[in-house]
């Protein structure tokens, strides 16, 4: 007689007639016949096979001896459990219901077959009555939750409801052993607490090697220890209990796995210990409870392990409506968290996600996070028709994995993109994910420390201030964090000082083809300036407007998307801003928007670009135009280097007298380069990365004003750290020194008692110095800010650190604490490593009013601090 389930049914039905067929009434007249003797068999040959689970990969078929299975057969059984009542409901697939059958029935007992309908199966529970039961944690689970949905009728009556479940598995129960996976905590109370005529134990047995402990205790005759498993960080040395991979000995452990050496090797050693691949604690000698099984323990991409089966069971104690939960892997973008599969009714579909997010997000769960978007929601059960439940009634894991991975994935990529997208709209505001943040103004060092310090703390990931400038909009940002390949940048790249050098000389080559050397003869009083909207710009275009010999200023800035009338609107405002009158810019400023700097013509038209020559051009060219950033080369080319190449034929066109180069800070003073100002940009290909893709420019950019020569007399203009203007006494907000100076007043945090100072220079007296110069001139001007000049004058009670790198620490502490990233990513970076140009100097302030400067830094933290926005001078 064969007996099969219906999946197997129509491939036996192929075998059939291949088969010997006989006939109940030949078997009996055989029988009487006995036409032979019974086989002796060896108690240690192949009986049967057993076969695992299959959770965590194929399942194996373990050998059963004749003397295994005999011992289990006849294994007495306890006289309290009478009638012999028991229903089997998984006989294909479990060891210990095919064991226990052949002991009901050798001790005169009775067994009932179910139905095969899951659906029916409680109903078959109550018809059979059975004595006695053993449940997978998924039945007990399923009851439980049928339970508390019950009592969440508002019409429910506590004692009904009980009693009707409590009768569940028949009016004569009297075992329940649960085991096969970890139990819930809570459902395992529950039913200990219901089902009062019956003992609730829940037991921990393998295929290999039988029982093992029942409600922790471990089972008389069978040995048990844990070994170190180093890379998930358990040892048998922990504290307060030793934890690790449990080995087993026992009576009936089996020789091995069927035509399976390999395996069989792996978790059977020589020594009689069986591996079983599960983690455990003993709290005592005798005592053992199962934490997880080792292959469903998996790493993150931060090198954290988690333990799924703790952190389900976790789950289902905090959220009810929870009718299973796996946890697995994290998947693609969110690799750095787990992922999970939460199964509930219709009814919470759209709040279990972010319910399992806020439970393990907090402190006290001690759980890995998981974010809402890592959550699959369903509402169909795990089941064995859809493979995600194998027949024992166990979680197949990497069904579940395979059946929901496009979705997790689906959800992680767009939870990283909204993730990225929120971190940029916090530092440069709203965007489009294909927009280009240059486009709204650019990105500065300070913004982009903020960005990569919010990217890290949101999404876990460490990006070096360059990627900001290698992947500068929100899907290609999002690429990068995410792992995926990033498209190759527009512009070829520039790998050293020969190739980034013969670049410029191309251009040069390219765009001064057709420019006379000016005869210096440009209309006296006509300026052409760039650069006008930036900080040393503004000052210098109010600077020469002031002055009486100007009559017509001409300001190239970037349209930025409008027109000419829109960016001499933004002219405006920043004049304004600074103290230029409104009828002095109406009469003699004029405003040309161009596309960029560094563009051919600037990107006008023909006719636009003849009228900014003008008939007699201009007497002289001043160029302050420059993004200062840490991006790399490529990035910063088209504006630092090829900018001041389309001024040069700009100057030579106009018949300038003079081309004026805003070049890179100095470390004293305005400093004048001129005459073979190209012996400054030599390098060697060794400094081409240690100088950075801004020094590089700058570099080339001097180079390029010696050569201008050819076209147009050129002075390279250097400056120390600026100051704002001296009768105000403020400066640039995120000047090296306002950063420094910020930090103390928000944080209390000062440095040690004595004198600093910084080489500073008011940028109103810093821009008259350097448009009166002598281009003979060497060191035009100096001023020197003293800093304790300035925290005298502050209204905030300092504490001093005893060092300066206690001090710093001391400050970024304090700034973490207070939330202020943005703050805290430019101190860190000026200050941690000792940069900033802070030294023990006792020099006295020359131009420079401490006390105004300290009062605008506090007002402006006081602002910031109560939620307003500080905007840059």
Not at 500 to 514: C, F, I, L, T
Request: proline letters at 5%; a negative charge; glycine letters at 8%.
């Amino acid at each position: 007689m064969i007996v099969c389930d219906d999946a197997s049914a129509d491939r036996l039905a192929l075998l059939l007639p291949a088969l010997p067929t006989v006939s109940m009434e030949a078997l009996a007249e055989r029988c009487e016949a006995q036409v032979a003797d019974p086989v002796s068999v060896c108690p240690h040959e192949l009986t049967t096979l057993f076969f695992s689970s299959g959770t965590s990969g194929n399942p194996k078929a373990v050998i059963c001896t004749d003397a295994m299975f005999v011992s289990d057969a006849v294994f007495p059984l306890s006289p309290l459990l009478q009638p012999l009542v028991h229903l089997s409901w998984r006989p294909l697939a479990h060891a210990n219901d095919r064991t226990m059958c052949a002991r009901i029935l050798t001790s005169g007992g009775r067994v009932g077959v179910w139905r095969g309908d899951p659906a029916l199966l409680f109903d078959d529970f109550y018809t059979l009555a059975p004595i006695r039961t053993a449940l997978p944690p998924a039945v007990l689970s399923r009851l439980y939750n049928e339970y508390t949905a019950a009592l969440a009728d508002t019409d429910a009556d506590l004692d009904i409801v009980r009693k009707t479940f409590s009768a569940a598995f028949g009016q004569r129960i009297k075992l329940i052993t649960v085991g096969g996976a970890p139990v819930p905590r809570h459902v395992l109370a529950w039913a200990k607490d219901l089902f009062t005529s019956a003992d609730v134990v829940e037991t921990y047995g393998i295929t290999e090697a039988g029982g093992v402990a029942a409600d922790g205790r471990i089972v008389p005759g069978v040995q048990v220890k844990l070994v170190d498993v180093p890379e998930m960080g358990y040892a048998t040395t922990d504290k307060p209990h030793p934890r690790g991979e449990i080995l087993v000995k026992s009576a009936q452990l089996a020789p091995g796995y069927f035509c399976d050496d390999a395996g069989t090797a792996a978790a059977f050693l020589d020594d009689g210990w069986y591996v079983t691949g599960d983690i455990g604690v003993m709290p005592a000698p005798d005592e053992l409870h199962v934490i997880d099984r080792r292959s469903a323990c998996f790493k993150l991409a931060n090198a954290t392990w988690v333990t799924p089966g703790r952190v389900e069971n976790a789950l289902l104690v905090a959220l009810p409506q929870l009718r299973a939960v796996v946890v697995m892997q994290g998947v693609g973008e969110l690799a750095r968290f787990p992922a999970c599969v939460a199964v509930v009714d219709s009814s919470d579909v759209g709040s279990v996600a972010d319910a399992i997010a806020t439970a393990t997000a907090s402190a006290h769960a001690g759980l890995p996070h998981i974010p809402s978007h890592a959550v699959a929601v369903a509402t169909v059960p795990f089941s064995v028709a859809d493979g995600t439940m194998n027949a024992s009634g166990k979680v197949v894991r990497a069904r579940v994995r395979a059946k929901y991975l496009e979705a997790l994935r689906s959800q992680a990529a767009q939870l990283l993109e909204d993730t990225v997208a929120t971190s940029v709209a916090s530092v440069v505001g709203e965007l489009g994910v294909d927009d280009h943040w240059f486009d709204r103004g650019g990105l500065s060092s300070i913004d982009a420390l903020s960005l990569a310090s919010r990217l890290q703390s949101s999404l876990g990931v460490e990006l070096d201030v360059a990627d900001l400038y290698r992947a500068p909009t929100v899907r290609a940002l999002t690429a990068l964090v995410g792992g995926s390949a990033l498209a190759q940048p527009a512009k070829p790249t520039v790998a050293n000082w020969a190739a980034a050098k013969a670049q410029a000389e191309a251009w040069m080559a390219e765009r001064w083809q057709d420019v006379p050397p000016s005869d210096g003869c440009g209309a006296a009083g006509r300026v052409i300036v760039s650069g006008a909207t930036g900080f040393v710009g503004s000052f210098l275009v109010a600077a020469l407007l002031n002055a009486g010999d100007v009559s017509e200023l001409v300001a190239l800035v970037r349209r930025r998307g409008g027109g000419h009338a829109a960016a001499a609107a933004r002219l405006h405002k920043v004049l304004c801003g600074i103290g230029v009158e409104h009828e002095t810019l109406k009469s003699r400023l004029t405003v040309v928007g161009i596309t960029s700097i560094g563009d051919v013509r600037f990107g006008l038209s023909a006719p636009e670009y003849a009228a900014v020559v003008g008939g007699d051009g201009a007497v002289r060219v001043v160029h302050a135009a420059a993004v200062v950033s840490s991006a790399p080369y490529e990035a910063l080319a088209s504006v630092n280097v090829c900018g001041v190449v389309e001024m040069a034929r700009l100057a030579g066109l106009v018949r300038a007298a003079r081309m004026d180069v805003v070049g890179s800070l100095s470390g004293k003073g305005v400093t004048m380069e001129c005459g073979d100002i190209a012996a400054a940009a030599a390098a060697a290909d060794a400094d081409f990365s240690a100088r950075g893709g801004y020094g590089t420019t700058k570099a080339l950019a001097s180079l390029v004003a010696e050569r201008a020569a050819s076209l147009c007399p050129a002075v390279v203009v250097h400056v120390c750290g600026l100051l704002g203007p001296s009768r105000a006494g403020f400066g640039n907000w995120n000047d090296r020194v306002t950063v420094l100076v910020r930090a103390i007043a928000k944080t209390g945090e000062a440095p040690p008692r004595r004198s600093y100072s910084f080489q500073l220079f008011p940028v109103d007296e810093a821009v008259v110095v350097m448009l009166g110069a002598d281009a003979s001139s060497e060191v035009v001007g100096e001023a020197v800010l003293a800093l304790d000049d300035v925290l005298d004058a502050l209204p905030v009670r300092l504490r001093h650190a005893g060092s300066l790198a206690e001090w710093v620490e001391a400050v970024l502490v304090a700034l973490q604490k207070q939330g202020d990233e943005r703050l805290h990513a430019a101190f860190s970076t000026l200050y941690r490593n000792g940069g900033g140009g802070c030294a023990d100097v006792a020099e006295v302030s020359t131009g420079v009013d401490a006390a105004a400067y300290a009062a605008w830094v506090a007002e402006r933290v006081a602002e910031t601090s109560c939620g307003g926005a500080a905007a840059s001078s």
